[in-house]
């Protein structure tokens, strides 16, 4: 079972920065890593992805703040958040997605941390 622990969440100022950071200790690579948040009220929304290749993806609302990179470790994945704004105050989770085929089958398989509270409040 893939399990999934963040750390890096907390209070910051608004032009402030974060870094969350995400650590599976699953020993196989994982295909895809990222980051998704839901704020009070709201869906759970992408904010970040990158594969296990290195191409990354991000939500237009991030883009040129948000960066997201692998750690050293194998599956490790790290978010570092740039001037931030009160509206990207959210619960942040952490995403894997596992790939697996057979001749004839692809099957994906999801997993989530617990969450991490980002509150951007001057």
């Known amino acids: 079972q893939v399990q999934l622990v963040e750390s890096g969440g907390g209070l910051v100022q608004p032009g402030g920065s974060l870094r969350l950071s995400c650590t599976s200790s699953?020993?196989?690579?994982?295909?895809?890593m990222g980051w998704y948040r839901q704020a009070p009220g709201k869906q759970r929304e992408l904010v970040a992805t990158?594969?296990?290749?290195?191409?990354?993806n991000y939500a237009d609302s991030v883009k040129g703040r948000f960066t997201i990179s692998k750690g050293s470790g194998k599956n490790t994945v790290a978010l570092q958040m740039n001037s931030l704004r009160p509206e990207d105050t959210a619960v942040y989770y952490c995403?894997?997605?596992?790939?697996?085929?057979?001749?004839?089958?692809?099957?994906?398989?999801?997993?989530w941390g617990q969450g991490t509270q980002v509150t951007v409040s001057s």
């Open positions: 995403h894997a997605l596992r790939v697996t085929t057979d001749p004839t089958n692809r099957y994906e398989y999801d997993y």
């Open positions: 699953w020993i196989f690579s994982l295909d895809v």
């Open positions: 990158i594969t296990s290749g290195g191409i990354t």
